[in-house]
Structure formats: C-alpha cells, structure tokens
C-alpha cells in the first residue's frame, strides 16, 4: 500500500541549513507535498513539487525530488527559530482525493 | 487563520461516551477531510467528503462516522469512545478533491477521554 516514511527529528544550530529526508512507495505519485505544523496549530502547506520535477526554490525552501529512488528532500538554508516546527512530507496522484502524509519530523533549532 | 474552523476547541469525556466534532470549510471549497493525530500513530486520515457525498475512506473505525450537509459544513461522530481515542482531530478542506490539492488545516479539537 502507499507509504511515507521520515525520520521523528532534526536538531540543527541556528543559522545552519537543514534538510529533511522522505521516501515514498506509491510510484504513481504526481504531487509532493511538504506541510508545516507549528505548536498549537493545524498543518500549513509549505511547498510542492509536481513529480515531473526534480527540484523547486522558494526563498529559503529548496524541494530535491528523486523519483527514481521516491525520495523527497526539503533543505531550509539560514534556519531561524521560527523554523521550529513538525515539518510533514505527503503524497497523492493525479486522480487520487486523498492525500497520504508521513509521521512527520520534529526540528529543533539549538543556538 | 486558513479559514476553516473547528469546535470544540477542546473536549473531555469518558469512556463509552459519544462526541460530535464539527467542522466549517473555507467559504467556497467542497471537500473536507478528517484525520486523527496522536502521538503514536501520526497523522491519519479519516474519511474525505466531497458535496456532501463520501469520496474515500482511510483508517476510520466502525465506532466513528461523519457527514457533509447541505450547508458543506461536517461533523465528525465518535462513539463508544476508548481510552485511546484521545487525540487531536483536525479537519481540512479543499476546493476540488482531485488533482493537485492543497488542503487548508483547521486549528483542531482536542479530544480527551477519562
């Protein structure tokens, strides 16, 4: 069956660059999405990437798709504090309604 | 504020009791997902709706079951509920429910059970 599966947690110092790791087993994946979800709060879309590409910038967001491995990376260049947060990597197809989303990777900003 | 909201904010009750979250999508969208997140088992989700009709079904127990009325607002009904149940549920909602499909999370009901 589909899956997501991403490592529980990240600490990384401030100012560094983080980058949170994702594979998938769906194969016929069309949307990457990754999804923010601060304390107290529900899920925020943060990116997505369309699966035929390999990568998408945003600002400080870099999305690296490999779809040959189904492994999906998010790299945060200059981490703030404010980065803290559950970070959720999800995928669906093109026809499918239902996104499916990982456990989620929790980061934490050290000084 | 995604624009979707949820009550209750925050609810107890015992085991065996019966609950019903509800949920109030983005003005204009037609899907509304539920999911479940607790500590152990992450996000899962529930069960979609679309206009009002059942669209898919994901790990939802047969103790709990939803609706969209005629208004696309939703409820979620949690029944004989266990110990376990205690969880955050979120709603989200979308404007189509295929395809490319951002979601808009609601804030969530905390749900806990004595």
């Known amino acids: 069956g589909e899956d997501v599966e991403q490592s529980l947690f990240l600490s990384v110092r401030e100012g560094d660059s983080s980058v949170i790791n994702c594979t998938y087993t769906?194969?016929?994946?069309?949307?990457l999405y990754w999804y923010k979800q601060e304390p107290g709060a529900g899920l925020q879309l943060l990116t997505y990437?369309?699966?035929?590409?390999d990568m998408k910038q945003d600002q400080r967001l870099t999305v690296l798709l490999n779809k040959k491995d189904k492994h999906l990376s998010l790299r945060i260049a200059d981490t703030q504090t404010g980065d803290s947060a559950i970070y959720f990597c999800a995928e669906s197809g093109s026809s499918a309604s239902k996104i499916i989303f990982g456990s989620g990777t929790r980061l934490s900003i050290r000084p | 504020d995604s624009g979707v909201t949820q009550t209750p904010k925050h609810l107890i009750t015992a085991t065996g009791q019966r609950v019903t979250l509800r949920c109030s999508p983005r003005s204009g969208d037609l899907s509304v997902y539920w999911y479940q997140q607790s500590l152990d088992q992450g996000l899962q989700f529930l069960i979609q709706?679309?206009?009002?009709?059942?669209?898919a079904k994901g790990n939802i127990l047969e103790r709990f079951s939803a609706q969209q009325f005629p208004d696309l607002h939703s409820e979620l009904n949690l029944s004989s509920l266990e110990l376990g149940d205690s969880a955050l549920y979120f709603c989200a909602s979308s404007p189509s429910g295929q395809g490319y499909n951002e979601q808009f999370f609601g804030p969530g009901t905390r749900l806990t059970v004595l």
């Open positions: 769906d194969s016929s994946s069309t949307y």
């Open positions: 709706y679309y206009n009002g009709e059942e669209r």
């Open positions: 990437i369309f699966s035929n590409m």
